[in-house]
């Protein structure tokens, strides 16, 4: 029997673990200066799941990050995967880099198109301080992986089956699976090859500084789950979701998270994208609105609590893997002096669809055949206290949890920080870390300025990080956050004004009281919305799916 090659590198990485093979080849020490850089992202996560946010979700490790290190109450993406990707590596809008679409299709935009030649990643900008490069999990940007800085890769290219290794690529290089695969995991296959990178990384290049960019696909639809893991929640969810967000708010407010009230269900608004037949093939315990629990027959109660129970175990077994990681690291002696940060590419998804193999209602929810998502309901919770989803630049859509954790930089332990930022931020706060000052151009092409700043500020103390603006696009949605005002609207509707030092609920409309305000927001949305395009159609056209130039570059 042959095993797969994922299962492959966790044995021989956990034989490594408990015979102190991490720790006897960095025996040198950590390096001297710039820490390690450990980017935790996880796919789907509502603001509320873990536990150190107000859920009642197990995530211990998470829990002792934040315990250890600092919270960011008011931090966003980009509303989706991909853009968030591409701004989180880039530091620019995803809209600046091509990699999501601008008003009247301008540049292209959307998931498939590329990147201008001089959008370098995150890994390539580190270079100078000596970093090397190591990515495991989701990947989501234009080309392959290893031309963009990272010396290894994982690339988890199969998010329809947590359950096989099938159309994954190593090292941009197609997996060959042959033999049992039993045992594998998306989830832990991600932080065996993170650790196996780890140990590479110190027999290699001992003494230098490392990048591990860790990017989960849970807990993103399908809703797959080990056995053991949803046994854990099975029956935990039956009171349904609008006692779960109760439950969780109250928390936030005890924890001192939020200022706002909780927002109200929405049962008008349901999936982002219609698929019909999904529910016809999902059968009747599923349901398009997020309506009162009570409404809900037996049968409804039952089928969505299963697919919040597996919705925890993909985020409890994730954590477990984040600890297995750390574990690794502490027993190599660099824990101390690793940066370690966890986000979360948009809120919880209310989507509701059958891809990928379909969905075989007479097997175990959550096992390899079945094919689930969260649903409306849920993710309204998993989202507390905010409004709306994945898709939508309502606070629900773009709000994530920010833990940053780094024992020998950052003196504060369990304490919040409450300035907005942004993952156009995380560039500019990793250079400055390094020591690093940003390119200014390119082989001769002056870029753009980038319209992130650096967090480093806050990593110290509880302060306001000075920005002019904060700017959203995606689909149609769109918004801009100027201070404590937040200029919001969805598709095709006219824009909404709410004040976040109080509402980040998104409940109390005031444009029609304060139409001056809607008029400078809006003057300033449309300001950065024309930069944006000017840049992007000044570049060359490149066709949707062409290979990016700077991609093929080695």
């Not at 996560?45 to 934040?66: H, K, N, V, W």
């Not at 690794?328 to 690793?338: K, P, V």
């Not at 937040?486 to 409940?507: F, I, N």
Request: net charge negative; aromatic share 8%; hydrophobic share 35%.
């Amino acid at each position: 029997m042959v095993t797969s090659p994922c299962r492959i590198l966790r044995l021989a990485v956990t034989c490594l673990i408990i015979g102190g093979g991490i720790a006897s080849v960095s025996a040198a020490g950590p390096h001297a200066g710039v820490p390690n850089i450990v980017l935790i992202l996880a796919d789907d996560l509502g603001y509320s799941d873990p536990g150190c946010y107000g859920g009642e979700i197990a995530t211990p490790t998470l829990d002792r990050l934040a315990a250890g290190g600092i919270r960011f109450t008011q931090f966003y993406n980009t509303a989706r995967c991909w853009p968030t990707r591409a701004a989180l590596l880039t530091g620019y809008y995803a809209q600046q880099v091509r990699r999501d679409a601008l008003p009247q299709g301008i540049g292209g935009g959307g998931n498939r198109n590329v990147r201008p030649p001089w959008a370098r990643l995150l890994p390539e900008l580190l270079q100078p301080a000596g970093y090397h490069s190591y990515h495991s999990g989701k990947w989501h940007i234009d080309g392959p992986v290893l031309p963009t800085g990272f010396e290894r890769s994982l690339e988890v290219r199969n998010q329809g089956n947590f359950f096989t290794a099938a159309g994954n690529r190593l090292d941009d290089q197609p997996i060959r699976i042959e033999g049992d695969e039993s045992g594998y995991y998306a989830t832990s296959a991600t932080v065996d090859h993170a650790l196996e990178c780890l140990q590479s990384h110190h027999s290699t290049h001992p003494g230098t500084p490392f990048f591990q960019y860790l990017a989960f696909i849970a807990p993103h639809f399908p809703l797959h789950a080990l056995p053991e893991d949803i046994e854990r929640y099975r029956d935990r969810y039956l009171a349904g979701w609008d006692r779960m967000r109760e439950q969780r708010f109250g928390r936030q407010q005890s924890l001192g998270l939020v200022q706002t009230t909780l927002s109200s269900l929405e049962p008008e608004v349901g999936p982002p994208y219609h698929f019909a037949d999904a529910f016809e093939k999902l059968g009747p315990g599923e349901v398009r609105y997020p309506l009162p629990w009570p409404e809900l027959n037996q049968e409804q109660q039952r089928f969505q609590a299963t697919k919040m129970a597996i919705h925890a175990a993909m985020v409890d077994r994730m954590d477990r893997e984040i600890g297995r990681y750390l574990d690794a690291l502490q027993q190599a002696g660099e824990l101390d002096n690793t940066l370690v940060l966890f986000a979360s590419d948009n809120g919880a998804s209310a989507e509701v669809m059958v891809r990928a193999g379909g969905h075989d209602p007479s097997v175990p929810p959550g096992s390899a055949a079945s094919y689930l998502c969260l649903g409306p309901g849920f993710s309204s919770a998993c989202n507390t206290p905010f409004r709306r989803h994945k898709t939508w630049v309502h606070e629900g859509g773009i709000s994530t949890p920010l833990i940053v954790s780094w024992p020998a930089g950052i003196s504060a332990r369990g304490e919040l920080r409450r300035t907005p930022g942004h993952v156009i931020d995380i560039v500019p706060t990793l250079l400055q870390i390094a020591g690093i000052r940003r390119p200014t151009e390119w082989e001769g092409t002056a870029l753009p300025e980038a319209p992130g700043v650096s967090l480093l500020p806050a990593f110290a103390e509880d302060i306001q990080i000075p920005r002019r603006s904060l700017w959203w696009l995606h689909e149609g949605n769109r918004a801009v956050r100027m201070g404590d005002l937040k200029l919001v609207a969805a598709s095709g509707q006219p824009w909404e004004l709410y004040d976040l030092s109080t509402d980040r609920a998104e409940s109390g409309n005031l444009a029609e009281q304060h139409p001056d305000q809607v008029e400078r927001l809006a003057t300033e949305w449309q300001r950065l919305t024309d930069e944006f395009s000017a840049v992007v159609a000044a570049l060359p056209q490149v066709p949707n799916g062409t290979q990016n130039k700077a991609a093929t570059r080695k």
